[in-house]
């Protein structure tokens, strides 16, 4: 369902221009060759980055999709959904 991520599509939509700078980043100090610390400074930062917009994705479903399956009588399919974004979630 599209109505859970249309409430937060400005936030995440700014965060992942966010992150496609960070990466753009990356590729140039890989190519100019800057320190491997550094390197590695900024593709944590992308991790955090993504991890981020992960949880606004999955705070979306949880709040919007799967409540909605639950209000609707889908207590099976909202159980999977939620043992699906807990399993996503800790990968």
């Known amino acids: 369902m599209k109505y859970s991520i249309n409430k937060k599509?400005?936030?995440l939509i700014q965060r992942l221009k966010i992150i496609e700078g960070q990466i753009r980043g990356l590729?140039?100090?890989v190519e100019e060759g800057k320190y491997c610390i550094d390197?590695?400074?900024q593709t944590?930062?992308?991790k955090q980055g993504l991890s981020n917009v992960?949880?606004?994705l999955m705070e979306g479903h949880l709040s919007g999709c799967v409540v909605h399956q639950i209000q609707s009588g889908q207590i099976d399919k909202a159980?999977?959904?939620?043992?699906?974004?807990?399993r996503l979630k800790r990968k």
């Open 27 to 29: 590729q140039r100090m």
């Open 79 to 86: 159980k999977r959904e939620i043992l699906k974004v807990y």
């Open 39 to 41: 390197v590695i400074a």
């Open 9 to 11: 599509e400005p936030r």
């Open 54 to 56: 992960e949880d606004l």
């Open 44 to 46: 944590s930062a992308v």
